[in-house]
């Protein structure tokens, strides 16, 4: 149980150009959803935290405008990378945490985006 | 967030148990302490989570000392797919529980 999935695994795409990428969670209902990137051989950066039919709360530096975060229902939390450019270039990955288990977050296979 | 301190590399022989320090010396008395992994281009996976008592479940076990200060993640009997970077987490409750994600220690198994 308690499986996140990720959609699509890899994309690449042009410079200015707009990316969406899906989470989901199959077997559970995620009140809270997270978003993390990560930077070759580097670790994991929190970008923001989703509660459903709320806005998201971004960590400092992370451009709300840029990074769209929508967690519509309780299985679904987008992330849209708008007007892509080769910095942000990246390991976009998922988390999710349930009610029966706020103390435990559950991590997509991430999304590996490439703008050229 | 309290800060961790861990090793940047270990090695491990296969079969053997793999021992991973961790250092929480500024945690405080609601913070958990958090084991993840992560294998190479993969997500994070869960291994295991305590507060003050030792923790053991089908992956691992974690002993935190008496202080809390610091911790020991072990893993009874490695394998060659225990190969990953492994991070120790100090988190607590603030309407979610954040994970800050230092650099961890990578670990290779070796045959």
């Known amino acids: 149980g308690a499986v996140v999935s990720q959609h699509p695994s890899r994309v690449i795409c042009k410079s200015g150009t707009s990316v969406k990428i899906e989470c989901r969670s199959l077997?559970?209902?995620?009140?809270?959803m997270f978003w993390y990137r990560q930077f070759p051989k580097q670790s994991l950066m929190l970008m923001a935290t989703?509660?459903?039919?709320?806005?998201?709360?971004?960590e400092q530096g992370v451009e709300k405008d840029k990074f769209l975060i929508n967690h519509a229902s309780l299985t679904l939390s987008t992330l849209t990378v708008t007007s892509a450019h080769p910095e942000d270039s990246s390991f976009y990955i998922c988390?999710?945490?349930?009610?029966?288990?706020?103390?435990?977050?559950?991590f997509g296979p991430g999304t590996r985006l490439t703008v050229l | 967030d309290a800060k961790t301190t861990q090793p940047t590399s270990m090695d491990c022989a296969e079969g053997r148990a793999a021992n991973l320090p961790c250092n929480h010396s500024t945690i405080s008395g609601n913070e958990y302490v958090y084991w993840y992994r992560q294998i190479h281009s993969q997500g994070p996976q869960y291994i295991i989570h305590g507060l003050k008592n030792n923790e053991t479940n089908e992956m691992a076990s974690l002993i935190i000392t008496e202080d809390r200060k610091s911790s020991t993640l072990i893993l009874p009997h490695a394998t060659l797919r225990d190969t990953a970077v492994y991070y120790c987490i100090v988190s607590f409750w603030a309407g979610s529980y954040q994970l800050t994600f230092g650099k961890g220690t990578k670990l290779s198994v070796i045959p």
């Open positions: 989703s509660n459903e039919g709320s806005k998201a709360t971004y």
């Open positions: 988390s999710a945490s349930h009610l029966q288990s706020e103390d435990e977050q559950f």
């Open positions: 077997d559970f209902q995620a009140t809270t």
